[in-house]
């Protein structure tokens, strides 16, 4: 059954310390893995993707890096805004290149406190 | 670009009622998701449409959810005979259909008295 699985629940930090955020998946023929930040009472926003293992993106004080196992979210310095619930999903069935649904992991909730 | 859209933001109904909940995708999407979010959980797939076709509908819990596409942009989830067990937030997505990134909209919070 393919799963993802996410950690840890929850993390706070002071502004400035960095950290990582873990997303472990079990799915047969990984077509990519989904990153998104959602905000109390938002709906999820999208942040990246990754399609292979070894690929990494960038975004401000964010990298997303994957291998053939889990998904880490690398948080540098950082800030106040960066607070909220981080994502990760994988999508399942349909073939590649093609619109499938998508399984979540239950987030991680951040906290970056002054 | 106006992103996706839902109305209403929220809901309260009471148990047994018939309720409906929009969704309008990015325009030129051919793919519509619907999900359901409860606390502290992450979404879960209800249904997807591919044009105006329900290409997967395994995520839907029972024959009280049915949903349409009827010209292949906007989108109606509809819950009948609502349940306390029905309330949670109900989010919408959609994407151009060769992807998979999908991009969502602020939802609709259900309640359910």
């Known amino acids: 059954e393919d799963q993802v699985t996410q950690s840890p629940e929850a993390l706070r930090l002071q502004e400035g310390e960095s950290s990582s955020l873990n997303c472990s998946y079990t799915v047969s023929g990984l077509r990519g893995l989904f990153w998104y930040r959602q905000d109390p009472g938002k709906g999820p926003e999208f942040l990246f993707t990754l399609y292979s293992a070894g690929e990494e993106k960038e975004k401000e004080r964010l990298k997303a890096t994957l291998t053939k196992k889990e998904s880490f979210l690398h948080i540098t310095a950082p800030k106040p805004e960066d607070s909220a619930t981080y994502l990760c999903a994988v999508p399942v069935g349909g073939n590649t290149g093609t619109a499938s649904k998508l399984t979540f992991g239950t987030g991680t909730r951040l906290q970056v406190t002054l | 670009g106006a992103g996706v859209s839902q109305t209403p933001s929220n809901k309260v109904t009471e148990k047994g009622k018939y309720v409906e909940l929009r969704c309008d995708p990015i325009?030129?999407?051919?793919?519509l998701y619907w999900y359901r979010q409860s606390l502290g959980q992450g979404p879960e797939f209800l249904i997807y449409?591919?044009?105006?076709?329900?290409?997967?509908d395994s995520g839907l819990p029972n024959d009280r959810f049915f949903a349409v596409r009827p010209e292949g942009s906007v989108s109606t989830l509809k819950i009948q005979r609502t349940e306390r067990g029905d309330s949670a937030v109900y989010l919408c997505a959609s994407s151009p259909g060769t992807g998979n990134e999908q991009f969502f909209g602020p939802g609709t919070r259900l309640t359910v008295l």
């Open positions: 449409f591919q044009g105006t076709g329900a290409a997967d």
């Open positions: 325009s030129g999407h051919t793919a």
